[in-house]
């Protein structure tokens, strides 16, 4: 069966650094495109970035230089690094296999078997 857990959200403060973390198992990992998405209180599901399996990587243009995603094939696990953390970054962050579904909101947490729980961030002064 296909499970993506998520790891690494916190409270934190603004301007702290985050790096989250999700394990991959019960699909072909190494071949899979994943994302990165997160859910803000009162917002619409929002995509992050984007890996392939070679390490190719796509962002929203709001996301780039603050949101930086990474994948280790041989761990099975995704990386999201935050850098530079505000207020209006609190949310759940969840990992995904990536298609133009995720990016265009179509699909969201529990549609299918590529979601996992989420991992909260806050952000708090």
């Known amino acids: 069966a296909v499970q993506l857990e998520e790891s690494g959200g916190g409270t934190v403060q603004p301007g702290d650094t985050l790096r989250l973390s999700c394990a991959a198992s019960g699909f072909a990992f190494n071949t899979t495109p994943m994302a990165w998405v997160r859910q803000r209180p009162g917002k619409e599901l929002e995509w992050l970035s984007s890996?392939?399996?070679?390490?190719?990587?796509d962002w929203p243009s709001f996301a780039k230089g603050r949101f930086f995603i990474s994948r280790d094939n041989a761990e099975n696990k995704v990386f999201l690094q935050v850098n530079n953390l505000n207020t209006a970054d609190t949310g759940m962050y969840y990992c995904?296999?990536?298609?133009?579904?995720?990016?265009?909101?179509?699909?969201?947490?529990?549609?299918?078997?590529?979601w996992g729980q989420g991992t909260q961030v806050t952000v708090s002064p």
């Open positions: 890996i392939d399996g070679y390490g190719t990587t």
């Open positions: 995904t296999r990536d298609s133009c579904f995720v990016r265009l909101r179509r699909l969201s947490p529990g549609s299918d078997d590529y």
